[in-house]
């Protein structure tokens, strides 16, 4: 039987599945483009596409470590709207500088990890029904420190650089991601981390079994998780510049949505790269059914068929996550 040549095996990889993405995010950029090139083919939209996406990617980069282990961790959004209030709160009514912002904001963020984990690692209680539970406490906590109130803050120069900043042309947000998501390509690929990661998230008691110490993973994931979503509430109060309760618990679903899409992409299960894809194709998406005068609610829908679309082509459903 004669073999493809190397130039038809390359050939396949990139027309497989697994490259899709970036077949339907050019397909999403022919058309709008040709449909509304005047307002959709200016750089001021693609800054404003990877803007949006900066603190989408922050939450979806945060829980997907989480999710390598097996861990579902749905108060990310939560707890990155209860930095943001936070934050704008200390600024606004005490006053206080950079530095004591992001360390109690941080701080107050990775408490909400701790809880989780020491639920889910020791009482052994869902991680769905766990995070799902916290998250629904940091959103109240929020809501009490705002009060209804829109807060607005007045944050030094500097840090309000660091959430509306670009370089080059690209906002310094979304900059931010890449390179997290670099680092966790990194540690995923070539690292015996990443190997103790994929392993608990594949099977936890062979992975045990093995010396590794899952509960230990567990913990250390859901912390991660709870720190990224309060860094993205600290981009997303400099960037806005006003903060509200009801902001933040936006990107819950779209954050989850660039997940499952990812997992389809590149790697087959959840990746960095194919993580960050699925949060451009989503935002070139959204953003140019806005451009041709889509009601607000377009958005939502169309996250919700993303996600569901994601989930049926990954053929294993929530096993291809690990």
């Not at 660091?162 to 390509?185: K, S, T």
Request: hydrophobic fraction near 55%.
């Amino acid at each position: 039987m004669r073999r493809p040549s190397s130039g038809c095996t390359v050939l396949q990889s990139i027309l497989h599945q697994r490259y899709a993405g970036f077949w339907v995010l050019t397909a999403e950029v022919i058309v709008f483009g040709l449909v509304s090139p005047h307002t959709f083919l200016t750089g001021l939209t693609l800054r404003t596409i990877l803007s949006d996406g900066a603190v989408t990617s922050l939450l979806a980069l945060g829980i997907m470590f989480p999710l390598l282990t097996g861990i579902f961790d749905l108060s990310m959004a939560w707890v990155a709207g209860f930095a943001m209030v936070m934050a704008s709160y200390l600024s606004a009514s005490h006053g206080l500088g950079t530095g004591a912002i992001c360390v109690l904001t941080l701080g107050g963020s990775t408490v909400f990890g701790m809880i989780s984990a020491l639920l889910v690692s020791k009482l052994r209680v869902n991680s769905m029904v766990t995070t799902l539970g916290v998250g629904t406490i940091a959103l109240g906590l929020t809501g009490l420190i705002a009060n209804g109130n829109t807060i607005t803050p007045s944050f030094t120069s500097g840090f309000t650089e660091f959430g509306r900043g670009d370089l080059f042309g690209v906002p310094l947000a979304f900059i931010y991601a890449v390179f997290i998501a670099a680092a966790m390509y990194y540690v995923l690929e070539h690292t015996a981390l990443g190997r103790w990661l994929q392993a608990t998230g594949g099977n936890p008691v062979a992975a045990r079994l093995a010396g590794i110490r899952v509960v230990r993973l567990q913990v250390g994931v859901l912390i991660v998780s709870a720190f990224m979503s309060g860094f993205a509430g600290l981009v997303l109060a400099t960037g806005i510049g006003v903060a509200t309760e009801s902001t933040a618990p936006a990107f819950l679903l779209p954050g989850i949505a660039a997940v499952f899409l990812g997992a389809t992409q590149i790697k087959e299960r959840a990746n960095p790269w194919g993580t960050m894809l699925g949060v451009v194709l989503l935002g070139t998406g959204i953003k140019g059914l806005q451009l041709l005068g889509a009601a607000p609610w377009v958005s939502d829908f169309f996250n919700g068929a993303v996600l569901l679309i994601a989930v049926a082509i990954s053929g294993k459903g929530i096993d291809r996550l690990h």
